[in-house]
């Protein structure tokens, strides 16, 4: 993202809000195996096809997918994000727990995994907030009011507030798009 976002002219604006969404509201915590869990969801076949493809298109970004480690709950996860967008660092604690989650086989689901993320970024009082309910119910909301505008799964994108873009896309697509719908010009 940010990568994308240092190529831009100077006198583009890009504000990004990231949302939350579960993709399984009754995950446990602490979290379970996550090959195990995508072969129970996807099934272990489209799973064996769906790893290398995703390596290779990881590896073209910079992303070193792996596919170890467990999947759990990410209320918590979601309630520090907004901490940290509260504290004017979400973007760099989205970037830290995607890594974790994504790269480093890491349980975004345990607390402990969360405080050294906070740690990381320099957040402060991130062990103090995850003790305390704070910001959940505003997480639920926002998970009803994706839910409620037709997302029904990640990635999504929704542009200028009125435009949905569904699962991963290429850099040409996004290009189109907003050259379409008139919010870049091409040169």
């Not at 006198?11 to 969404?21: A, E, G, M």
């Not at 596919?67 to 901490?83: A, Q």
Request: aromatic share 10%.
């Amino acid at each position: 993202m940010e990568l994308a976002l240092k190529k831009l002219p100077a006198d583009y604006k890009v504000t990004v809000n990231w949302k939350p969404f579960f993709l399984n509201p009754q995950a446990p915590t602490p979290g379970v195996d996550k090959m195990e869990h995508y072969y129970q969801k996807f099934g272990k076949e489209r799973v064996d096809k769906m790893i290398p493809y995703m390596k290779e298109q990881g590896s073209k970004v910079g992303i070193k997918f792996s596919y170890k480690g467990k999947v759990g709950n990410t209320m918590d996860s979601h309630r520090l994000l907004y901490f940290a967008r509260d504290n004017g660092k979400q973007d760099e604690m989205i970037e830290k727990l995607m890594s974790y989650y994504f790269e480093q086989e890491r349980d975004i689901s345990d607390s402990k995994v969360l405080e050294a993320a906070a740690s990381e970024i320099g957040l402060k009082d991130a062990k103090e907030f995850l003790a305390t309910d704070k910001l959940k119910d505003e997480v639920v909301a926002d998970v009803d009011e994706v839910r409620q505008m037709g997302i029904s799964g990640v990635p999504a994108f929704i542009i200028n507030g009125e435009e949905l873009l569904s699962g991963a896309q290429e850099t040409k697509t996004w290009v189109d798009i907003l050259i379409e719908r008139g919010y870049i010009q091409k040169k």
